[in-house]
């Protein structure tokens, strides 16, 4: 059962641009979202988080936006780069001991 | 300075056989974990450890054992290998209470 879903498996966007990925849960006992980038042979890098008592966090280039009721969040990176093409994992967490569950990820493609 | 590191980074082998991977991480963390990254590219927590006690240990076939000498190590045994086993091991560790997990970079098992 995917409690956390990105529906979207692949982006394409140009430099310079916004880059928007999505991430879509259906357990409201998560309290705690992480994006992570991937590339591949390397294993997941942490980019932002967020609790869910914020709705907005933001790290350089880096925005992600938490909408509870509608138990939705994005990530927004501006301006995009080539360096940013990677996978890109929604994951979310319901406890104290960090059990994570993640997205089926977004492959991001930043074209000159 | 690598912060989690994992060993082997590839390991090819029979059905049937014995295997272990070994995980360490310089973090100072006092909670790891293991991740299975299966044919569909999802990540899904197999084991956690907080201070050399087992904390989570999802549905995972006993076959399967974690063993934590201490809390800077995190190993794994898979006995009798099958060809479903294969796929992406990550190992992870985290800094506590909604801090995010920081992974290794991952061992690419295949069964022949």
């Known amino acids: 059962d995917q409690q956390v879903k990105q529906n979207s498996p692949s982006l394409s966007v140009q430099e310079g641009r916004i880059s928007i990925l999505n991430c879509d849960y259906t357990?409201?006992?998560?309290?705690?979202f992480l994006w992570y980038k991937k590339y591949p042979a390397e294993g997941p890098t942490f980019l932002i988080s967020?609790?869910?008592?914020?709705d907005k966090n933001e790290d350089g280039r880096f925005t992600v936006f938490l909408n509870k009721s509608a138990k939705h969040l994005s990530l927004h990176i501006v301006p995009s780069q080539p360096g940013d093409s990677a996978v890109y994992f929604c994951?979310?967490?319901?406890?104290?001991?960090?059990?994570?569950?993640f997205g089926a990820g977004t492959q991001v493609v930043v074209t000159p | 300075d690598t912060a989690v590191s994992q060993t082997p980074k590839y390991l090819v082998t029979q059905m049937g056989n014995d295997k272990s991977i070994k995980c360490e991480q310089n973090?100072?963390?006092?909670?790891m974990y293991w991740y299975k990254q299966d044919s569909k590219k999802f990540l899904k927590i197999m084991f956690s450890?907080?201070?050399?006690?087992?904390?989570i240990n999802e549905t995972v076939p006993n076959r399967f054992s974690p063993k934590s000498p201490d809390k800077a190590h995190l190993n794994l045994h898979i006995n009798s290998l099958e060809l479903g086993d294969s796929a992406v091991y990550f190992c992870?560790?985290?800094?506590?209470?909604?801090?995010?997990?920081?992974f290794g970079d991952g061992t690419r098992l295949s069964i022949l």
């Open positions: 992870a560790s985290g800094g506590g209470v909604n801090q995010p997990q920081h």
């Open positions: 357990n409201s006992m998560f309290d705690y």
């Open positions: 967020i609790s869910s008592i914020k």
């Open positions: 994951a979310a967490s319901t406890d104290s001991w960090g059990k994570l569950q």
């Open positions: 973090l100072g963390h006092d909670t």
């Open positions: 450890y907080n201070n050399k006690e087992l904390i």
